[in-house]
């Protein structure tokens, strides 16, 4: 069999077996993250470590002792509700003027300017203006969370639509659809898989900040127990904290993913693409 054969021959295979190869990189992935917990743990326990970074032993029974002190559900309750909150807001208003500016040159240009001047700033940085007019309190948290998720699907929800195979604009036409119609069932679907990747981002980015507005002014959440743990020397509650930042942000990412495959048929999941 020729090269070019071969490598057909391979590709076909793959293509014929799609659940093997997401089980062999689930494989790689999972004894790859085995390897460094457990370099990890053998370096600790060889005290090569400073005495400030504990192993992934120390740190799962930390993350168990907060959680049976009730301290865990205790912060992580305030904050799933300012970052679910503030990202919901932020990615639905950005997919649906991310959508519209795609499909209209008069809305992009309207929103041009303002999105390069105001995208670069952190916006962190907002927080205390905000906090000036509301105080820090949840509704400024969930602002500044919104406004950040905004513009990762804002972007890609447009690009989407501006990419948009310009034949099937065409045919919808020349069916005599409306473009309220052509909107809806064709620009939102064939704009979604990338919209998609868009949302995922913005859910990322909604964690991010949701643990940055947090550790200022008085607060309550995971990101108040993780500075309150740094400044009491807790270091054990600081790492259990961060692990339970991270499994937020898993646990959400995948019920998204779960949510847009019921929602979308199984035939997005949003995780291809570029953000």
Same mark, same amino acid.
């Given at each position: 069999?020729?090269?070019?054969?071969?490598?057909?021959?391979?590709?076909?295979?793959?293509?014929?077996?799609?659940?093997?190869?997401?089980?062999?990189?689930?494989?790689?992935?999972?004894?790859?993250?085995?390897?460094?917990?457990?370099?990890?743990?053998?370096?600790?326990?060889?005290?090569?470590?400073?005495?400030?970074?504990?192993?992934?032993?120390?740190?799962?029974?930390?993350?168990?002792?907060?959680?049976?002190?009730?301290? *865990?559900?205790?912060?992580? &309750?305030?904050? %799933?509700?300012?970052?679910?909150?503030?990202?919901?807001?932020?990615?639905?208003?950005?997919?649906?003027?991310?959508?519209?500016?795609?499909?209209?040159?008069?809305?992009?240009?309207?929103?041009?300017?303002?999105?390069?001047?105001?995208?670069?700033?952190?916006?962190?940085? %907002?927080?205390?203006?905000?906090?000036?007019?509301?105080?820090?309190?949840?509704?400024?948290?969930?602002?500044?969370?919104?406004?950040?998720?905004?513009?990762?699907?804002?972007?890609?929800?447009?690009?989407?639509?501006? &990419?948009?195979?310009?034949?099937? %604009?065409?045919?919808?036409?020349?069916?005599?659809?409306?473009?309220?119609?052509?909107?809806?069932?064709?620009?939102?679907?064939?704009?979604?898989?990338?919209? *998609?990747?868009?949302?995922?981002?913005?859910?990322?980015?909604s964690f991010?900040?949701?643990?940055?507005?947090?550790?200022?002014?008085?607060?309550? &959440?995971?990101?108040?127990?993780?500075?309150?743990?740094?400044?009491?020397?807790?270091?054990?509650?600081?790492?259990? #904290?961060?692990?339970?930042?991270?499994?937020?942000?898993v646990v959400?990412?995948?019920?998204?993913?779960?949510?847009?495959?019921? %929602?979308s048929g199984?035939?997005?999941?949003? &995780?291809? #693409?570029?953000?």
């Amino acid at each position: 069999m020729s090269t070019s054969g071969s490598m057909a021959a391979q590709l076909m295979r793959r293509q014929s077996f799609p659940g093997a190869s997401r089980e062999r990189t689930w494989l790689i992935s999972s004894l790859f993250t085995m390897f460094v917990l457990a370099a990890w743990e053998a370096l600790a326990m060889a005290g090569v470590l400073p005495a400030y970074i504990y192993g992934p032993i120390e740190i799962a029974r930390a993350f168990v002792e907060l959680a049976r002190g009730g301290d *865990l559900a205790a912060q992580t &309750g305030p904050s %799933l509700y300012r970052a679910l909150s503030g990202f919901f807001i932020g990615s639905a208003i950005g997919v649906m003027l991310g959508l519209l500016a795609g499909v209209s040159r008069v809305f992009r240009d309207l929103f041009d300017l303002t999105q390069s001047f105001t995208h670069p700033i952190p916006k962190i940085a %907002l927080f205390p203006a905000i906090a000036v007019l509301l105080g820090f309190t949840d509704k400024s948290r969930i602002l500044v969370i919104a406004i950040s998720a905004f513009y990762p699907s804002y972007l890609n929800a447009m690009n989407g639509a501006l &990419g948009i195979n310009a034949r099937l %604009l065409w045919v919808a036409r020349n069916a005599g659809a409306s473009k309220l119609r052509t909107f809806f069932q064709v620009v939102v679907p064939a704009a979604m898989p990338r919209a *998609l990747v868009g949302v995922r981002i913005s859910l990322m980015i909604s964690f991010v900040l949701m643990v940055a507005t947090e550790v200022v002014g008085h607060s309550n &959440g995971l990101g108040a127990g993780l500075m309150e743990a740094y400044r009491d020397g807790e270091y054990g509650a600081m790492y259990a #904290g961060i692990v339970a930042v991270a499994l937020c942000g898993v646990v959400s990412n995948a019920v998204l993913q779960l949510v847009v495959r019921a %929602l979308s048929g199984g035939r997005h999941a949003g &995780g291809g #693409g570029h953000g």
